[in-house]
Every structure is written in structure tokens, then in C-alpha cells.
């Protein structure tokens, strides 16, 4: 009897083994492959269509500090109206009152920061008439030598500025169509600049205007 179930228990046995394949030796360089130990934890990402073209989170506009200081990065001088109640008015919290920044991109904050630019920019530009040294000037620091006709700029010397002031306040460059149109608009400002009775420096301040003001220099 013994003999008999040992023999029916082999016979189990090499049928479970026909069953079970054994699996090829892997190939000379060919990894064996190795499961995710955290299991399916990929999250999809949302749909561009659905948010305005972007993925990821909505940009957020700058506080009341932080444009102020890209103000003063960028342009080269600090926008000095801002402190006191203006900054109040665009967003700062007092915390009094209002204990929490603001930074809702409103129809007041667009009507200061285009007055702030004006005046900046403006003061900015019209320093930079005295001084010969390109390495001395913020806004037209590319322009070699004191500055002259700006119609005079060749259309390479053009991109170049306005790539250079793109990546100073905004952190990426002009490019493509898009800079074939700033180099227009750059153009167009430089004639009317020059029939301006002491005016040379108007282009540079309309061009600071359009960069500062641009939602590319007020969101993150």
C-alpha cells in the first residue's frame, strides 16, 4: 500500500512539473523585469484644453514686495511710490485690518502698476542718456557706446535689446514671430522718439513700459 502512494505521489508530482514551464534563461544584456514596489500610483495630468493651454497649477500674480523688488531688479531703480497707502491698495496686508496678500490681478492693480511703470521706466531711460558706458545703463546696455539715433540700430542690434530685456524681466527670451513684432514696435517707437525735442530716450521707456506691464513680468 505504502508502495502504491509513493508511486501516485510522483505521478502528482511530474505532472504538476509538466505544467509549470520553466522559464528561459535570460538573454546576454537584457534585464529581467522588476515591478513598481508602490504599485500604480501615476497620477494623469489634466487636460491643457481645459485650462487655458496649461498644465499644471494657475499662475499666481506677485505681491506687493516681490514686485517691488522685481521692479527694482529690472529696471534699475525702486518704484519709490509704492510704499505707504499704495501699497495697501495693491494688496499688502496692514494686518489690522487685513491680515492676508492680496494678489488678485484686478483692474486697480492695473491702473497702478501702469502708472508705476510710466515713472520708472521714464526716470529710468532719461539717466541713461548721460551715460556713455553701455556697462553703467540697465535698459540699453547692449547699445555700444554713448546713445545716439536709435533708428541707427541695425535690425540685429534691435533683437539683440530686446532679447536681453525679455530674459531681465520676464526670465525667458523673445523669439520667433513674436520678437519680429517687438523689433517692429521698437522701430516705430525709436522714429517718433527722435521727433521729440530731447526725446531719444522715449523708446527705451515705452519698451520698459510694455515689459513691465506684461503679464509675463507679474505672474509666476
Known amino acids: ?77 525702486p518704484w519709490t511710490s509704492l510704499e505707504g497707502g499704495l501699497a495697501t491698495t495693491l494688496g499688502r496686508a496692514d494686518y ?5 496678500e492680496s494678489t488678485e490681478p484686478n483692474l486697480v492693480f492695473a491702473k497702478f502698476l501702469e502708472d508705476g511703470a510710466r515713472e520708472v521706466c521714464m526716470a529710468q531711460a532719461a ?6 558706458s553701455p556697462e553703467a545703463r540697465v535698459l540699453s546696455r547692449t547699445i555700444p557706446g554713448p546713445l545716439t539715433d536709435l533708428r541707427k540700430l541695425s535690425d540685429a542690434q534691435v533683437r539683440e535689446l530686446l532679447v536681453y530685456l525679455s530674459i531681465r524681466f520676464w526670465g525667458s527670451p523673445l523669439q520667433g514671430d513674436e520678437l519680429t513684432r517687438w523689433a517692429a514696435f521698437f522701430t516705430k ?32
Not at 8 to 24: D, I
Not at 96 to 100: C, S
Not at 192 to 202: H, K, L, M, V, Y
Open 1 to 77: 500500500m505504502r508502495r502504491l502512494l509513493l508511486f501516485a505521489l510522483l505521478a502528482l508530482g511530474a505532472t504538476g512539473c509538466e505544467k509549470t514551464p520553466a522559464a528561459p534563461p535570460p538573454v546576454d544584456g537584457q534585464l529581467e523585469p522588476v515591478g513598481n514596489p508602490h504599485g500604480d500610483m501615476g497620477t494623469p495630468l489634466p487636460d491643457p484644453e481645459l485650462q487655458e493651454g496649461r498644465v499644471g497649477r494657475s499662475p499666481r500674480r506677485l505681491n506687493v514686495n516681490q514686485l517691488a523688488r522685481s521692479i527694482e531688479v529690472a529696471v534699475g531703480r
Open 189 to 220: 517707437a525709436a522714429a517718433r522718439a527722435e521727433a521729440i525735442t530731447n526725446g531719444r530716450d522715449q523708446a527705451l521707456a515705452a519698451v520698459c513700459i510694455a515689459l513691465m506691464t506684461d503679464s509675463r513680468f507679474l505672474t509666476y
Open 96 to 100: 489690522a485690518l487685513v491680515n492676508q
Open 127 to 132: 539717466a541713461e542718456k548721460s551715460l556713455a
